[in-house]
């Protein structure tokens, strides 16, 4: 890694670092009151760490059979709890029915369609409700024959069903692999046939910023793709349960779709939790890195559920008053550990809302907050620089007193949007919490907890409980404070990623291959004079485009797949917005001309391949590209090409160094 280039980009932050300790009214009621508090409990829990793990594991969670051993751990290999057994669904659901909490709202929903200044559907589940809707719906999967160990994807809009899809699944022991609506008929395609997934739960549509989402469609088209050798992709998929829920013209095919509504009529609404294995695989979910196709990251039952409640509860300081908003979609990660499993298996109130953020107007996020009375907001760098953007006057117009805690995630945090979220949203008054974490990580690992730690703006701050992160250079040795390196994590934690699905070569490559021993994330970090950890951003061929992670190696996949076109080389830029923007060097075949046309088409393309979520910012042709005599893409040269920035460094080694004047902007 180019550490001296990462070092230089963060010291810009220096003389803008502002500290803000947390309000004496806050950490009078907090769970962690001081950063002594803090300190304490941390040493305890990295130098004894099985002792720490079990206390909580204890307290947490409810468990139908006691494990006989806390962590069983050779590199990269970790399990935790072993031999102990619990169920997810019931510490989520079954748990809170003895107490008050069962007529509380777990679920708060709001639909996008909004009419003239109303706001459109609202739906609130309680415990009790949504402990209901998960046996019948878990029934169903049995009805189906799904059993232990099956997989079944889930792709479906914002709606509460997500939450009692994912519930119904971890309650018979079957693994869920949720995909983002975001995602094309190929990526659901490649998951099925990755996972050999048995039944797609998914809807008829889903409302995004006004129109539908053709769900049910891409799922018919995934289900009949074609591999190279003209054998279906997804060809294990037995069952596809589709949801109403746009009313919108859809194909149903005979023997194969099933109604939701239909199928929760024909069974009953008692279905005991099947006890699991602490080790019993929960759920696939699938990201990018730096080769190949997407990973599926693999996340077991016990040590995930744990590290889902505990930070749910400490780093957002849950209560039982609280209606807390995570906006995260649950086809991420975030909305796996802080829509659903979190917030649930703490009791809290889960705020979920199906929509875009500027559906009708710029003021859809602060009229929730005001109407719902949320008073926990946790959303993405992105959408508050989105915020920004269309101005003050939209948060002005509604009382957002109600919050009392902001949080971020996905994605380093710029001071100004930092400053702006603490000012114009939380009023001054509110805590930040910069939460840095990642899939692989199943919950936070470093952030500041809102009653203890002073925040910076743009630093995730420290280590959360258990957590052992360092920061080194390419050998592994620590590297000196306010040097740049990488990140790593030197001791297991309960929630991490037990594997790759179907690949355990690829795991152990890409994660504990770089530093001996140790988890490498992928990320650039340096640690201030205060031991804060500040992240820089992925060191490794992936991109954060709006908070979504994006391999370049799969847009490249993309792109080639172009009949037209010869050669890609994918690099980030720079990006206001959206943090980092997603420029395409592309070369053609011979006789192709290169022209706008072919910039749609090849957008498209990826499109059709990825989702239009990983579509180019900026597409650029040229006669070839830029390598090393071994035949190597200078992709260190293409990023500064693309940024628009002088080219630094030895160019010699460039195989046609001509190339440079030629490689054409589409913004010409
Ligand atoms: O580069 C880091 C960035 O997002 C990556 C993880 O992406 P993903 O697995 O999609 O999970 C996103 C939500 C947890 C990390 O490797 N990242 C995440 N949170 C932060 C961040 N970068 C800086 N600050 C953060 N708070």
Redesign the pocket.
């Known amino acids: 890694m180019d550490s001296k280039a990462k070092t230089a980009n963060i010291s810009s932050f220096q003389h803008e670092e502002r500290v803000f300790p947390p309000a004496a009214e806050f950490s009078a009621t907090a769970h962690i009151k001081s950063m002594a508090q803090y300190r304490k409990l941390y040493r305890q829990s990295v130098t004894d760490p099985e002792t720490f793990w079990a206390g909580q594991a204890e307290r947490e969670l409810v468990w139908t059979k006691p494990w006989k051993k806390v962590l069983q751990w050779k590199v990269p290999s970790a399990k935790w709890f072993v031999g102990g057994k619990l169920n997810v669904s019931a510490n989520c659901l079954d748990r809170h029915l003895a107490s008050p909490t069962a007529n509380q709202a777990a679920i708060i929903w709001e639909g996008e369609p909004a009419g003239a200044g109303i706001h459109g559907e609202q739906r609130t589940l309680t415990y009790r409700q949504l402990h209901r809707e998960v046996c019948l719906f878990a029934n169903v999967l049995k009805r189906h024959g799904l059993k232990k160990g099956d997989r079944v994807i889930i792709y479906l809009p914002m709606v509460p069903e997500a939450a009692i899809a994912m519930l119904a699944c971890t309650r018979i022991g079957v693994v869920h692999s949720v995909v983002f609506g975001g995602f094309s008929a190929q990526s659901v395609a490649d998951r099925i046939a990755d996972c050999q997934a048995r039944m797609v739960i998914t809807s008829d549509g889903g409302f995004r910023r006004g129109t539908v989402v053709q769900l049910k469609k891409n799922v018919d088209d995934a289900l009949a793709l074609k591999d190279a050798h003209g054998e279906l992709l997804a060809k294990t998929i037995e069952k596809v349960v589709i949801l109403r829920r746009a009313n919108n013209d859809i194909r149903v095919v005979e023997g194969r779709d099933i109604w939701w509504h239909r199928e929760v009529e024909q069974v009953s609404a008692d279905c005991p939790a099947e006890p699991m294995d602490s080790e019993a695989p929960l759920f696939i979910l699938y ?2 890195g730096s080769t190949g196709k997407p990973k599926g ?1 693999l996340h077991t039952t016990g040590g995930y559920l744990l590290t889902a409640k505990l930070t749910t509860k400490y780093v957002f300081d849950l209560r039982p008053t609280d209606v807390y908003w995570c906006t ?1 979609d649950v086809g ?3 909305g796996h ?1 802080y829509v659903v499993y979190g917030p649930l298996a703490n009791g809290a109130t889960s705020f979920m809302y199906e929509g875009a953020p500027n559906h009708p107007e710029p003021d859809r996020f602060w009229r929730i907050v005001a109407q719902y009375g949320v008073t926990i907001l946790y959303t ?2 992105t959408a508050i620089r989105a915020f920004m953007k269309w101005g003050e006057q939209w948060p002005k117009k509604h009382d957002l007193s109600s919050l009392r805690l902001l949080g ?6 710029n001071p100004e949007a930092w400053m702006w979220y603490h000012e114009v949203i939380g009023g001054k008054r509110c805590p930040i919490v ?8 199943g919950g ?1 690992m ?2 500041p907890l809102p009653g203890a730690t002073p925040t910076k703006p743009g ?2 701050t420290l280590p959360f409980f258990g957590i052992v992160p360092e920061v080194v250079d390419d050998q592994g040795r620590p590297v000196p404070r306010l040097s740049g390196g990488k ?1 790593v994590i030197r001791q297991p934690w309960p929630g991490m990623l037990r594997g790759i699905w179907g690949d355990m070569d690829r795991y152990q490559a890409t994660y504990w291959n770089e530093v001996k021993g140790s988890y490498f ?3 650039g970090c340096r640690q201030d004079k205060d031991g804060y950890f500040w ?4 060191i490794d061929d ?1 991109l ?1 485009v709006a ?3 994006i391999g370049t190696a799969e847009v490249e996949s993309a792109l080639v797949s172009h009949h037209e076109v010869a050669e890609a080389a994918v690099v980030g830029r720079p990006d206001e917005l959206k943090g980092q923007a997603l420029v395409a060097f592309v070369t053609v075949k011979t006789g192709v001309v290169a022209d706008q046309k072919l910039r749609e088409a090849l957008r498209q393309q990826v499109a059709r391949e990825i989702g239009p979520v990983a579509k180019p910012d900026d597409i650029r042709f040229a006669e070839s590209l830029p390598k090393t005599r071994s035949g190597k893409i200078m992709r260190r040269l293409l990023k500064q090409v693309a940024a628009g920035t002088e080219i630094k460094g030895d160019t010699t080694t460039l195989e046609d160094f001509s190339v440079l004047a030629r490689l054409g902007s589409s913004e010409e």
Do not use: Y
């Open positions: 990201t990018s990251i995260a991420w990660v975030t550990s993405a760098p971020t995630v996905g994605e380093p945090i910069d939460t840095w974490w990642q899939t692989e990580t936070i470093i952030t630093t995730a990140l994330t992928g990320d992240i820089v951003g992925r992936v954060n908070g979504h992670r």
